[in-house]
């Protein structure tokens, strides 16, 4: 049986953050927001600075394509967040 494992890279930006505890809040509740709704592996690094924040998912799923609602669920969440704007993500899927 094959799967296929995805991983989507996603930096953010958070242009009204002015300390990392601000940072941590918004990004906190996203990560929360997409796990409730996604079943995505997340891991929240931080830059720097207090307004940008990468951010990665993964999954596995029996096909590509499976991968790819789960990416796209994960940037209209993200997209609907309005303390954030988020920069093109990068995917890669491994067969």
């Known amino acids: ?3 296929c494992v995805g991983v989507m890279t ?3 930006h958070l242009p009204a953050s002015h300390s990392l505890k601000e940072r941590r809040s918004v990004v906190n ?3 929360e927001r997409i ?5 995505v592996a997340i891991l ?3 830059a ?3 307004q940008i924040a990468e951010m990665a998912f993964a999954c596995v799923t029996e096909t590509e394509s499976q991968a790819e609602e789960l990416f796209r669920r ?3 969440l993200i997209e609907m967040e309005t303390r954030v704007i988020a920069m093109t993500p990068h995917v890669e899927y491994y067969v």
């Open 35 to 39: 796990a409730n709704r996604c079943n």
């Open 48 to 50: 720097d600075t207090w």
């Open 29 to 31: 509740s996203l990560k």
């Open 44 to 46: 929240e690094r931080g």
């Open 1 to 3: 049986m094959k799967h």
């Open 10 to 12: 996603v930096t953010v």
């Open 74 to 76: 994960v940037r209209e």
